[in-house]
RNA sequence: GCUGGAAUCGUCUAGUGGCAAUGACAAGAGACUGUAAAUCUCUCGCCUUCGGGCUUCGUAGGUUCGAGUCCUACUUCCAGCA
């Protein structure tokens, strides 16, 4: 079982610790997203050095490119990535809803490769195995984002998001005692294509090599094929159904639990109260995909969640909409051309202490890679440090007076 | 000097008798929540009561119901020959 200490309660709200075999997150943390185990356009340097506690890569991406068998034969995403951090999976369950002309049946999704049009079908046993090969120290069940947000697709998408779960932990347990029998061997690839084992304990050559660098030292941990299964709560808008979904899942021979589907939701504080009131108050929750707009991070942590992920900070850099604690800035516009303060004040990170407006400006102007770099590396800190600072508060007991400070001039405009 | 060729919205460009006029870039702005996103959308001659009105394709004339498109002259640029 995943240990997870609560060091600190408020409410539903809670200051804990996630112990995972890569090392420990101080919760609530946000969890950058590392989709095709890469957080784009940084390095695991820049996100350890932004203070980063964890990733989430996507099962989905990884199987297209590179492949789940490649990930296994690196000795793991956290291996193959150079991120010697906790690290968490997502079951490709998102993408049944994201992505068009995919199957669904009872058994699973079938979907067609956008890179090569190759055939590839996602059940719960084989988003199981591929989390398994990948080895996340925390996999998300395989679930069902409805396609539309009626009643009646809600409701079928959480209860296939239930049957779906059971098979989860079903394959799920198999495959961990399997690991614990056969540990050293290649144990996880079942349902994947054969190839021959190349996962060791020995050093390759490529690790040989970077073996001094001093980067080893911060990274230094030991890899670990012990990983954890969270159950996803569905149920849309509709608090009956969260209701239900939480009760089901709280049920379940689970490490913690996922929340998903929650930005269709415009009611999201009352829908984590109920769902949080429900869950088991001694397993960790993520709330999935949430976090582009601070507002969801102090909601989310306020009732109860203790880990967040989001492209939104990454893509919103990305695009040249970069957060201030004045609100989200375009620094394209051309009002920046001439503004030689730092992007934001008071900010810590690589880019406030070193650039200004102006120059990234500039950057974003000519299109230069660095743009992104920089940008990124803002937006992705902003996140991480807030939801660090929202931890702080609510061990203090500052945290209404925190949030209401920093909302009301966020969102002042 | 002679002989060809070319001049179109900030830039490059399409257009060869019915056009406020193509595309790209630039520019101005917006969107983005478990990433098919270093992506996508809108605006981009002037005015507008959003019906439309007005002025545009080097300059000046001309032919024509109608000219960016045809003719003449001029101006500038390019190429070749002197």
């Not at 660095?370 to 902003?382: G, M, P, Q, R, Y």
Request: charged residues 25%; negative net charge.
């Amino acid at each position: 079982m995943l240990k997870f200490d609560i060091e600190h309660k408020d409410g539903l709200a809670r200051v804990g610790i996630i112990h995972t075999p890569h090392g420990d997150i101080k919760t609530p943390a946000f969890v950058g997203a590392a989709t095709r185990a890469t957080v784009k356009a940084l390095t695991m340097k820049e996100m350890n050095e932004l203070g980063s506690q964890a990733i989430l890569a996507n099962t989905y991406h990884l199987i297209l490119r590179p492949g789940i068998e490649l990930i296994e034969e690196a000795g793991g995403l956290a291996e193959f990535s150079s991120w010697h951090k906790p690290t968490f999976t997502d079951s490709g369950g998102f993408q049944i809803f994201s992505l068009p002309n995919v199957k669904i049946s009872e058994n699973g999704v079938k979907f067609k490769s956008h890179i090569d049009g190759a055939n590839f079908e996602l059940t719960p046993e084989s988003s199981m195995q591929a989390q398994w090969a990948i080895g996340a120290d925390i996999h998300m069940a395989f679930d069902h984002l409805a396609k539309s947000d009626s009643y009646a697709d809600m409701e079928e998408a959480m209860h296939r998001t239930h049957r779906w779960l059971d098979r989860c932990v079903t394959e799920h347990k198999r495959l961990r005692e399997k690991a614990a029998s056969e540990s050293g061997q290649n144990a996880f690839s079942e349902g994947l294509p054969e190839r021959s084992s190349a996962r060791t304990s020995a050093p390759r050559p490529w690790r040989r090599a970077e073996a001094t660098r001093p980067e080893e030292k911060v990274f230094g941990q030991i890899l670990s094929r012990e990983q954890y299964l969270y159950a996803v709560v569905q149920g849309g808008t509709f608090n009956d159904l969260r209701a239900e979904s939480a009760r089901y899942c709280a049920g379940k021979d689970v490490d913690g639990f996922g929340i998903g589907g929650v930005f269709t939701a415009k009611n999201m504080d009352e829908m984590l109260k109920t769902v949080n009131s429900i869950l088991p108050e001694n397993k960790p929750r993520h709330l999935l995909g949430m976090g582009q707009e601070p507002i969801d991070l102090f909601v989310g942590a306020e009732y109860g969640c203790d880990t967040f992920d989001c492209v939104g900070p990454t893509r919103m850099a990305r695009n040249g909409s970069l957060y201030t604690k004045d609100g989200r800035i375009n620094i394209k516009n051309a009002k920046y051309a001439h503004d030689f303060k730092p992007l934001m004040e008071d900010c810590d990170c690589e880019c406030c202490k070193n650039y200004t407006r102006a120059y990234l400006h500039h950057l974003f102007r000519t299109d230069e890679i660095t743009a992104k770099v920089l940008a990124s590396i803002h937006n992705e800190h902003f996140v991480v440090s807030t939801v660090d600072h929202i931890r702080e508060s609510i061990m203090d007991g500052t945290f209404q007076d925190y949030k209401n400070a920093f909302l009301s001039r966020y969102y002042a405009k």
